[in-house]
């Protein structure tokens, strides 16, 4: 099918603000701003943003996904009668698929002047040997589509919080909206046992408040899991303090599974313990958050004054590996797992917990649930639990409150009665039926019920 070369500029321009979008989603996931779409009889057919890093893919630029998207539209891998609109200048390897899908014309933004393959290192459509020759128009809204590239590296260019090249960083626009989170964002970037990786964390209240809330979220949550029960006590008069682990939230996302590590998390939680100089702190865990928070206070028993588990179990508990291979499951399922709707509680709150997770490349850390809580422990890991268990059942002086909400596929009425039995004067846990796993979304009362135990209650002897 021809295509007609008399396509008005206003039209070029609409269809060029449609890749543009595309750039935008890219840049908001990390990714080199790049976005393309494919147009055929005024309709949009193909829609592509560069996704290299996140789907570990060279191949996956923004007119390669458009065109594969327009190709199963079409049912044919010959794209007749189609025009591809996208940010940046091809490259040789987009050029290349762009002529053998026979494309009619091609509408680029912004120049490329280190690998552009229409004219500005090298001109492949013009090369009078091949079977087909495309149309090429460049410089359509060329300097919006520049902006988003210079936006993108200009940061990185003058090294100011970089990202690792072994890690993923969430754009800020996925946190813009979310419900009932107003609090102002803390980041820490030099923890001696995480150097370069960027941890996200909330930290409200006076650092002289009567108590402090440490609250550390589980798989696949985050600071977020925490947002009902901050204005509570916060009104007290207390401090409140909420990580993200690495890999969550809005902390940096490795881009490798093996980087999560016991041992690298709870270093990483340790160091920062002690640069904000917590004290008289109310542990709080959630899920497999016990795993790691119940290894703390072996290493600064003088912080801690209160427990708050919440659907806790102790990480080498044989309970740990049923939950484990229930999580696996549910990332095997197809299509993949929507941790909005899995998760989330109040279907009001719009993305919350997805947000994070933008695609399978900021996901190694869900992955990675065998690293935060194993199955199997190395001998080091096993060590920091042996003393973990024998500091609570032994030299624990503080005071806990254990409340299990069912029903929960994740934890056990027993799983979490043997963790009340191995803390040194703490009472069984309080079941809460119809409450489930999430707790913190559910039990309304939560706050003010942790609030009226931990304030009136000394530490045992």
């Not at 590239?149 to 919080?161: E, H, I």
């Not at 032994?394 to 799983?415: E, H, I, V």
């Amino acid at each position: 099918m021809p295509v007609s070369p008399a396509i008005s500029p206003a039209i070029d321009e609409a269809w060029m603000r449609e890749a543009l979008a595309e750039a935008r989603l890219a840049a908001d996931a990390g990714e080199v701003p790049v976005g393309a779409v494919v147009v055929r009889d005024g309709q949009v057919i193909g829609r592509g943003r560069n996704g290299p890093i996140g789907a570990h893919d060279p191949t996956a630029h923004a007119e390669i996904v458009a065109l594969r998207q327009a190709a199963a539209a079409l049912g044919n891998y010959r794209l007749d009668g189609c025009t591809l609109y996208v940010t940046l200048e091809p490259c040789a390897m987009c050029t290349g698929a762009l002529l053998h899908g026979r494309v009619g014309r091609v509408v680029f933004g912004a120049a490329d002047p280190k690998t552009g393959a229409a004219g500005s290192v090298v001109d492949l459509f013009a090369q009078p040997a091949l079977n087909h020759h495309t149309q090429v128009q460049g410089g359509v809204l060329a300097e919006e589509g520049a902006a988003l590239l210079k936006r993108f590296f200009q940061p990185r260019r003058a090294n100011t919080q970089p990202v690792r090249e072994d890690a993923l960083r969430p754009g800020a626009d996925r946190f813009a909206s979310l419900p009932d989170f107003p609090w102002a964002s803390q980041w820490v970037d030099d923890l001696p046992s995480a150097p370069g990786w960027r941890l996200h964390y909330l930290d409200e209240g006076p650092a002289d408040a009567p108590l402090t809330w440490l609250c550390l979220h589980g798989v696949p949550t985050w600071s977020y899991l925490y947002r009902h029960l901050v204005p509570t006590w916060l009104a007290a008069g207390h401090r409140v303090v909420a990580p993200d682990l690495i890999g969550f939230g809005r902390s940096d996302k490795p881009k490798k599974e093996t980087q999560h590590q016991f041992a690298f998390h709870r270093d990483a939680l340790l160091a920062l313990i002690e640069r904000l100089d917590l004290r008289r702190t109310v542990l709080v865990v959630h899920g497999i958050g016990a795993a790691l928070g119940l290894s703390l206070p072996t290493a600064a028993p003088q912080r801690f004054a209160g427990l708050l588990a919440l659907n806790a179990q102790w990480p080498d508990d044989p309970a740990a590996q049923l939950a484990e291979r229930r999580w696996a499951h549910e990332l095997s399922r197809k299509p993949a797992l929507d941790l909005d709707h899995w998760w989330s509680a109040e279907p009001q709150a719009g993305q919350p917990y997805g947000a994070p997770f933008p695609d399978r490349g900021h996901r190694a850390a869900l992955r990675a649930l065998d690293a935060l809580e194993p199955s199997h422990p190395p001998g080091d890991v096993q060590a920091i639990w042996q003393a973990a268990r024998h500091f609570w059942r032994n030299d624990w002086t503080g005071q806990s409150l254990l409340l299990l909400g069912q029903p929960d596929p994740w934890r056990s009425t027993a799983a979490m009665q043997a963790l009340a039995a191995g803390i040194r004067h703490a009472p069984p846990a309080v079941v809460l039926p119809g409450a489930g796993h999430a707790l913190p979304e559910t039990y309304t009362d939560l706050a003010a019920l942790a609030l009226q135990h931990f304030s009136s209650s000394p530490p045992s002897p």
